[in-house]
């Protein structure tokens, strides 16, 4: 059995065709349609990967995916959004979500995209840190367990960050352009763009307590990209 995968949706002719095509690619499909069962769901399963929709009954898949990832669940989730305004994608990004896939979505894409993510947690797992701890005062980065610890308040990576940062440490001191982090880090060709890139990197510099205009470990290149100057210790 392949990689198993948890659906949360409400619509149950979509249900019923991705669980039809992910059973036929041999994924083992679970799905849930009511936003707070679908939450217990996965804090208590053992997915490897969550499809999570925006709009649902009981909970919304914002609230979901935040109290999941602040639950320490930092498996990939790929939202399933009707709205088509790009703030609402940045919403969910920030939040700690992997990818997006507006509605209605070809299912072609929607496997590719399952594949990456899947792809990317693997890398994930065979992180850059072998464990030990990188410390630097305050802060504690362990990219094995997924988690930044600032002033001894812990916040769970999600697992592009942890791929993220995970480059960020293979090139540290050297500028790095958001076209490589997009042909490195993302790694297939999609709608993702360079914002994506930045709403990640806010992410980080977020949890890693970086002050915008005088940043300590991620420096914007103007222009280029980012410099990342690890914690030392």
């Not at 065979?126 to 005062?137: F, H, S």
Request: glycine letters at 10%.
């Amino acid at each position: 059995m392949g990689a198993k995968i948890l659906m949360i949706e409400d619509e149950a002719g979509i249900i019923l065709t991705v669980g039809d095509r992910l059973s036929a690619e041999g994924y083992e499909f679970e799905s849930c349609p009511d936003g707070v069962a679908g939450e217990a769901i996965a804090r208590n399963g053992n997915h490897d990967l969550i499809i999570l929709d925006v709009m649902l009954p009981g909970k919304d898949g914002f609230a979901i995916c935040g109290s999941l990832r602040a639950n320490g669940i930092v498996k990939p989730i790929l939202m399933l959004t009707a709205r088509g305004q790009v703030s609402d994608r940045v919403a969910g990004l920030k939040l700690g979500a992997d990818d997006y896939l507006g509605k209605p979505f070809d299912m072609t894409e929607l496997l590719a995209r399952i594949e990456a993510l899947l792809r990317r947690a693997e890398a994930s797992a065979n992180a850059y840190d072998t464990g030990a701890e990188k410390a630097d005062g305050d802060l504690v980065i362990d990219l094995k367990r997924g988690y930044i610890s600032l002033k001894g308040s812990e916040s769970p990576l999600s697992a592009q960050e942890i791929k993220l940062l995970d480059y960020f440490y293979r090139h540290a001191d050297a500028i790095v352009s958001r076209e490589e982090l997009l042909n490195t880090v993302w790694g297939y060709d999609s709608d993702i763009t360079t914002r994506t890139i930045d709403v990640h990197v806010a992410r980080l510099r977020q949890k890693l307590g970086d002050v915008k205009d005088v940043p300590k470990y991620i420096h914007t290149i103007r222009g280029i990209g980012y410099k990342f100057t690890p914690p030392k210790g």
